[in-house]
């Protein structure tokens, strides 16, 4: 059975941080491209970044040098950095790991208000 849990999320002022993580399991983790995406009120769900087994990285433009994506094969975890949130950057935020098929994690919420 393929879990992928997140953990991380929360409350947080506009300018601050959070470390969002999502820990996997009942997948080859190493050969996944893992990868994070965000569902605001009302709007689609929308990439944020990916990043493949060979460390590869791709940013959606809002996340670009505000947020960093890593992952440690060895936990089976994937992280995301988010520095200088915005309120803009409020959603619920879904783990994804894909290879032949692709699975969600049922997400973290991630509220930046003052």
């Known amino acids: 059975q393929v879990r992928l849990v997140e953990s991380g999320g929360g409350l947080v002022q506009p300018g601050g941080s959070l470390r969002l993580s999502c820990a996997a399991s009942g997948i080859d983790f190493s050969v996944n491209t893992m990868g994070w995406y965000r569902q605001a009120p009302g709007k689609e769900r929308e990439l944020v970044a990916t990043?493949?087994?060979?460390?590869?990285?791709i940013y959606a433009d809002s996340a670009k040098g505000r947020f960093t994506i890593s992952r440690d094969n060895a936990k089976n975890t994937v992280f995301l950095q988010m520095n200088s949130l915005k309120p803009e950057d409020t959603a619920v935020y879904h783990c994804s790991a894909r290879y032949n098929d692709r699975y969600w994690g049922q997400g973290a919420q991630v509220t930046v208000s003052s």
């Open positions: 990043i493949n087994p060979s460390n590869r990285k």
